[in-house]
């Protein structure tokens, strides 16, 4: 069993199991959606407001989805096939959020923003 | 013999091994901090670290292909050195005719630095029709002096009664330097191993000089291309070179005790 188990046959093989593994996981996890909420400065649901997706590349920054938020102020976006994004959201009358950076381990990875995007009276729409 | 305190050596050598170890150090902070390198003054912890240079770094080249490419040309080159340094130091230990010559010749030949030997090895891979290609990467390095000789002294430690054996029970010469020699001489087999793979690895100018598809490009040239298009992303190109670095000092440390041992057994007979 000697020339199975060695250090050279265990490493490759811990390699391979955690590559192997971490496709797994990225098949599972991979179908591009993006969810989050848009809320006021008091932290009330804004319906209607307009959210932009944009890619983050390595030296710029381009839209490439934008959608609305519905009653409760929830949006997604589905299949942007990018790793590193960048959000936007405004509305007329509300104020307008900053740059939130949504950073991906895989590109399409499924994520939930843990926090609402706060549009801001200070950010004009 | 007196018998001083092993402290001071200690600590010496334990000072020596962070100053070696501060760049590596150093590479790896920047990957995950992404941190300017002429930052003043410069943090040594690193500051909010995030594993998403290498992500940025893995999608802005096409990793997998230049992985694989210095992945196929470095098993080639492992493959070649090993059999044609093996059979070169085996020869070496026999007396013939012209030997002293042939030494002497290799280790003139080992004065002539790559660099004056680009333009014949590149006409001669273009007349095999080898350019843009694996084979063509692999072939200036397919034998290596230095290794020829490490496989020379671990042979010449072996007890020549056992070859002398072997040939009274009829054991032809390729199998008593294969079945016999190889075995007995693992540690220059290791040093052989990590010292090509690493040259293979590294290499950088004679893959620059003779590809010119980019899916065919190995590690190395994907490191240049990726300072020439991103020069601001600190980050993501410490990120690409802390990916480059990992294969080699995953194959050194495997190998390490073999390697050392392989360097040395030319210090000693028996």
Redesign the interface.
């Given at each position: 069993m000697g020339w199975i188990l060695n250090?050279?046959t265990v490493?490759f093989a811990l390699i391979a199991a955690v590559v192997i593994g971490w496709n797994l996981y990225v098949v599972r996890h991979d179908d591009g959606i993006l969810e989050g909420r848009v809320v006021d400065q008091a932290g009330a649901p804004v319906a209607g407001a307009h959210v932009v997706l944009n890619e983050q590349t390595?030296?710029s920054l381009a839209p490439i989805a934008e959608t609305k938020t519905d009653a409760q102020g929830r949006f997604t976006f589905e299949r942007h096939d990018r790793?590193?994004l960048v959000l936007t959201a405004g509305k007329d009358g509300v104020g307008a959020s900053g740059r939130i950076e949504v950073?991906?381990?895989?590109?399409n990875q499924n994520r939930v923003m843990s926090e609402p995007i706060a549009l801001g009276a200070d950010r004009p729409a | 013999m007196h018998n001083y305190p092993r402290w001071p050596i200690h600590a010496a050598l334990i000072l020596v091994s962070l100053v070696m170890l501060v760049p590596f150090y150093w590479v790896f902070k920047t990957s995950i901090t992404g941190e300017n390198i002429f930052v003043y003054p410069p943090s040594l912890i690193p500051v909010d670290p995030?594993?998403?240079f290498y992500?940025?770094a893995w999608?802005?080249i096409p990793f997998p292909y230049f992985f694989m490419n210095s992945v196929i040309v470095a098993v080639m080159v492992i493959a070649a050195n090993l059999v044609i340094n093996a059979a070169a130091g085996f020869a070496l230990t026999k007396e013939f005719a012209g030997k002293r010559w042939i030494v002497l010749l290799f280790l003139a030949c080992m004065m002539i630095p790559f660099h004056a030997t680009i333009v014949p090895a590149y006409l001669v891979t273009s007349h095999l029709g080898l350019l843009n290609t694996h084979l063509g990467l692999a072939l200036p390095a397919f034998s290596h002096i230095i290794c020829i000789f490490l496989f020379k002294a671990s042979f010449d430690a072996i007890p020549p009664s056992l070859i002398q054996a072997a040939k009274i029970d009829g054991v032809p010469e390729w199998q008593i330097m294969f079945r016999i020699l190889l075995p007995l001489a693992r540690p220059a087999v290791a040093a052989n191993v990590i010292l090509s793979f690493i040259w293979s690895w590294n290499d950088f100018l004679w893959p620059l000089i003779i590809i010119r598809d980019v899916e065919m490009q190995t590690l190395p040239l994907g490191l240049s291309t990726f300072l020439a298009y991103?020069e601001?992303?600190t980050g993501?190109l410490y990120a690409f070179c802390v990916m480059v670095l990992a294969p080699g000092l995953?194959v050194f440390l495997?190998?390490q005790r073999q390697f050392i041992e392989g360097l040395t057994s030319g210090a000693r007979k028996g």
């Open positions: 250090r050279v490493t390595l030296v790793h590193a950073r991906l381990y895989f590109r | 995030q594993p998403f992500v940025d999608y802005a991103f601001d992303t993501s995953l495997l190998a």
